[in-house]
């Protein structure tokens, strides 16, 4: 039985970068899932959450280069649910970095980000621009 809970990239786009993105976004939430019964500062709960930090702020960053620079406009619902991720994420680092270990939470939270950014949003946005530029959702 495969016990992955993110299984696929959602759409293939014509922007290389954001189906890695997506691929290291789904990894990082399988990877959280197989790990989240150890203790909050154990190795690979630590690499996960270096690993989301830089996914939150590097990689959304350049997303939004990304698609700024193929002619999509970020609306501003899209600019604000990045930004809340951002700070989830730093959040929940300073919580780790205190003893707290919410790691389901943060489970809970980046599979629904999965549902509703990475399917919901992302997806409405290039279904609105997609087909002017060469992107198609699944």
């Not at 280069?65 to 406009?73: R, T």
């Not at 809340?84 to 994420?89: A, D, L, V």
């Not at 730093?90 to 489970?107: I, S």
């Not at 946005?125 to 997609?130: E, F, L, P, S």
């Amino acid at each position: 039985m495969n016990d992955s809970l993110i299984r696929s990239v959602p759409c293939s786009l014509n922007a290389p970068l954001l189906n890695a993105d997506r691929r290291l976004l789904a990894g990082l939430i399988n990877r959280l899932h197989h790990s989240q019964d150890l203790a909050v500062g154990s190795e690979a709960i630590t690499d996960i959450l270096g690993e989301l930090t830089a996914y939150a702020f590097e990689t959304l960053s350049r997303e939004e280069q990304v698609l700024a620079a193929i002619g999509v406009a970020m609306s501003t619902r899209h600019a604000r649910e990045h930004l809340r991720f951002q700070e989830y994420i730093a959040n929940h680092c300073l919580q780790a970095a205190l003893g707290v270990n919410a790691t389901k939470e943060l489970l809970h939270f980046l599979i629904a980000w999965w549902h509703d950014h990475i399917l919901g949003t992302d997806l409405a946005d290039i279904r609105t621009h997609g087909p002017n530029l060469g992107l198609s959702p699944p």
